[in-house]
C-alpha cells in the first residue's frame, strides 16, 4: 500500500504563488512517477502535471509555463510550485503515484492523496 499526505492548500490572489507538497510512505517503488491532479467542482479530476523517477516531467496545457512539479526521491515528496494563478486553478489538488504494471497488461495504476483545497480570488 501506499499513503500520500498532501500539504495544506490556501488562498491566493490572481497572479500569486502557492507551493503544494506531497510525501509518500509505505511501499513506494524507485521508479514510480508521482504528479499533481485537480478537480473544480462540477468537473472531471483532470492532470495537472507528473513526474517521472528520472525527471520527465508532463503538464497540462493549461498549467504549462506557470506550474513546476519537482521530486525528492530521497525523501519521496512530490512538490508544484504555482505562479501566476488564476481563479481558473481553484480546486482540489490530488497527489498521486503512478505505477506501471506488466499483469495482465501493460498499464498503470493511480494511489492517491486526500486532496487539499486551493482558491484563487480574483
Known amino acids: 500500500q501506499v499513503q500520500l499526505v498532501e500539504s495544506e492548500g490556501g488562498l491566493a490572489q490572481f497572479g500569486g504563488s502557492l507551493r503544494l507538497s506531497c510525501a509518500a510512505s509505505?511501499?513506494?517503488?524507485?521508479?514510480?512517477?508521482m504528479g499533481w491532479y485537480r478537480q473544480a467542482p462540477e468537473k472531471q479530476r483532470e492532470l495537472v502535471a507528473t513526474i517521472t523517477s528520472d525527471g520527465t516531467t508532463d503538464y497540462a496545457e493549461s498549467v504549462k509555463g506557470r506550474f513546476t512539479i519537482s521530486r525528492d526521491n530521497a525523501k519521496n515528496t512530490v512538490y508544484l510550485q504555482m505562479n501566476n494563478l488564476k481563479p481558473e486553478d481553484t480546486a482540489v489538488y490530488y497527489c498521486a503515484v503512478d505505477r506501471a504494471i506488466e499483469d495482465p497488461k501493460p498499464g498503470i495504476i493511480t494511489f492517491w492523496g486526500q486532496g487539499t483545497q486551493v482558491t484563487v480570488s480574483s
Open positions: 509505505g511501499s513506494i517503488f524507485t521508479k514510480d512517477a
